[in-house]
């Protein structure tokens, strides 16, 4: 469903599971688009099968966080989980690495949003709502992901270098619209 997104934070032992994306080589949780006829734990649950390997149990809802910026908005639900069988493996055309990481040795570069988010999971944080809004300077009113792609592949910089340059000038504010809970926990 357009603008409807899943993050998912898989969390084993004080590690989080991480993936990075094959189209700016950026660090993220898994993420993905939920399809028409499924509910949003299932898109979840299937969207990180898909891009890491492993079976996962949603083991709370963290929060919705809605990206409004000259691209496309969108509306992730973020769950946590735990991994409950499978194996690592990359998603072709997707992630090209896959890796658990200590809380306090998360990786970079992350993309836009991810930091707020992983903290939230950390943090323990269940039932937040953050509005992140990105205002990227060097991109039109208006692009499509597409439109993106075709700007990225004939940049003459590395995929990586593009989103760096692209996003060197954000402007990111962040609004916490409802607080959530905090849990004495973690998974």
């Known amino acids: 469903m357009k603008g409807l997104a899943v993050n998912v934070a ?3 032992d004080g590690k989080i599971l991480l993936t990075q994306r094959e189209d700016f ?4 949780l898994p993420s993905g688009g939920v399809e028409e006829g499924e509910s949003i734990a299932q898109a979840a649950i299937r969207e990180t099968k898909e891009e890491t390997g492993l079976d996962v149990e949603l083991t709370r809802l963290v929060g919705v ?6 691209m496309s908005p969108v509306h992730a639900v973020l ?3 735990k991994p409950i069988g499978g194996e690592i493996k990359c998603q072709e055309g997707e992630t090209i690495a896959v890796e658990w990481f ?3 040795e998360i990786p970079s570069p992350l993309s836009a949003g991810h930091k707020r988010r992983i903290e939230d999971v950390i943090a323990g944080i269940s039932g937040v709502a953050v509005l992140q809004e990105i205002k990227l300077p060097a991109m039109p009113e208006k692009m499509t992901r597409k439109e993106l792609m075709e700007l990225r592949d004939t940049s003459g910089l ?3 270098d593009f989103y760096l340059q692209l996003f060197e000038q954000a402007e ?3 609004k916490v619209e409802v607080s959530g809970m905090r849990e004495d926990k973690h998974e």
């Open 10 to 12: 898989v969390v084993h």
């Open 102 to 104: 200590a809380f306090d």
């Open 158 to 160: 590395s995929r990586q």
């Open 65 to 70: 966080y809605s990206r409004l910026s000259n």
């Open 172 to 174: 990111i504010k962040e």
């Open 25 to 28: 080589e950026t660090w993220i």
């Open 79 to 81: 769950f946590a989980a």
